[in-house]
C-alpha cells in the first residue's frame, strides 16, 4: 500500500517519492536513460462497488483516511477537509470525464478508432493535433495521475515520445464520458514476477505503463477491452499473446487483474510479466 500522506503535503510538494513493491531491472537499451522519480500504479478493480458519496459531516477527531482517493487529512481542519472533498469528488464525478456528442462525432469521424462491445476506443500518438488528445492529457494529468500514483513531472508520452495512449469512450444513459485509459510502449525486455528472469527473445512486448479504469465503469471488463484491442492493433500484422503484455510495477489490485487477464488465455501460474518504468 502507498505510504499515507497528509492533503496539505500532497497539493504543495511536485513529487511524492514512494518505495518500489520489488526491485525492477532497467529493460530499454537506449540513452540517455532517466529514472522515475515515482512509482507507476495500475488502478482497475473489477470486484470493487464500494459507495463514493462523500459525507464531510462524518463526526472524528485527528487524522483521516480516505481508502477511495488515498488521501490522509485532518477532520478537524477546514481547509483540509474542503481540500480532500474537492479531490475525492475529482476523482469520481463522471462530470471530469465527460465528452459531448458533438466531440465524440468529431473525433469517430477524424480520429482512428476500433468498435468494442462497450463503446469506441481510440488511438492516440504524441505527434496528434486533435482536442481528443488535449483532453486525454488533461484527463491523465489531473485524475490518472494521481490515481496510480504517478509524480506529476512523469512524462505522458515518454522521453523519447514511444507512448501510445488508448482511451475508451462508453455511453451512460445519453451521457458519453471516458471509461478507461491505458498507456502503453514497446517493450525489449520485461522480469517474470515470481522468478525475476529477464524475458529477451526478440518477440514483441507491450509495457502497460499506466492502466485506469473509472470507478463507474468498473466491472464491466473495460480494461480487458482496451488490452484486447491493443494486442491485436499495436503491431502491424501481429497478434500478441496475452502473456506478452508487461505491468509496470503493478499494484495488489493491478496484479490480480493482470493474472485474471492471463488466466482467460489458460496460464494457471500467478506470474507476470513486469518492467521499470523510464521517465
Excluded at 48 to 58: C, E, H, P, R, V
Excluded at 127 to 136: E, P
Excluded at 194 to 214: A, K, Q, Y
Excluded at 232 to 259: C, H, I, K, M
Aim: hydrophobic share 35%; net charge positive; aromatic share 8%.
Amino acid at each position: 500500500m502507498q505510504e499515507q500522506k497528509r492533503i496539505t503535503e500532497f497539493f504543495s510538494s511536485p513529487v511524492a517519492k514512494k518505495s518500489s513493491l520489488s526491485p525492477r531491472t532497467p529493460i530499454f537499451d537506449l540513452t540517455p536513460k532517466h529514472s522515475t522519480k515515482k512509482k507507476a500504479r495500475l488502478s482497475v478493480d473489477d470486484h470493487d462497488s464500494k459507495q463514493t458519496t462523500l459525507n464531510a459531516g462524518q463526526q472524528k477527531i485527528g487524522g483521516q483516511y480516505c481508502r477511495e482517493c488515498d488521501m490522509m487529512y485532518s477532520i478537524e481542519s477546514i481547509a483540509e477537509v474542503g481540500m480532500h472533498k474537492r479531490h475525492h469528488n475529482r476523482l469520481f464525478d463522471i462530470a471530469e470525464v465527460k465528452v459531448s456528442s458533438s466531440q465524440l462525432s468529431l473525433w469517430l469521424r477524424k480520429e482512428r478508432h476500433y468498435d468494442s462491445p462497450n463503446g469506441s476506443i481510440f488511438r492516440i500518438h504524441p505527434d496528434s493535433r486533435s482536442s481528443l488528445k488535449r483532453k486525454v492529457e488533461q484527463v491523465i494529468e489531473e485524475i490518472v495521475n494521481p490515481s496510480v500514483g504517478f509524480a506529476s513531472d512523469l512524462s505522458i508520452w515518454g522521453w523519447d515520445e514511444r507512448r501510445t495512449v488508448w482511451a475508451s469512450i462508453v455511453s451512460e444513459g445519453s451521457t458519453y464520458y471516458i471509461a478507461g485509459i491505458i498507456v502503453t510502449e514497446p517493450l525489449l525486455s520485461a522480469q517474470c514476477s515470481n522468478t525475476g528472469e529477464t524475458i529477451r527473445d526478440g518477440e514483441p512486448i507491450i509495457g502497460v505503463n499506466r492502466l485506469w479504469t473509472h470507478f463507474i465503469a468498473r466491472r464491466k471488463g473495460i480494461a480487458s477491452e482496451i488490452l484486447d484491442v491493443i494486442r491485436e492493433w499495436y503491431f502491424t500484422g501481429v497478434l500478441v499473446p496475452r502473456n506478452r503484455v508487461a505491468f509496470s510495477d503493478p499494484t495488489d489490485l493491478g496484479r490480480q487483474f493482470a493474472e485474471h487477464y492471463l488466466r482467460k488465455e489458460g496460464q494457471s501460474s500467478s506470474s507476470i510479466l513486469i518492467y521499470q518504468v523510464t521517465k
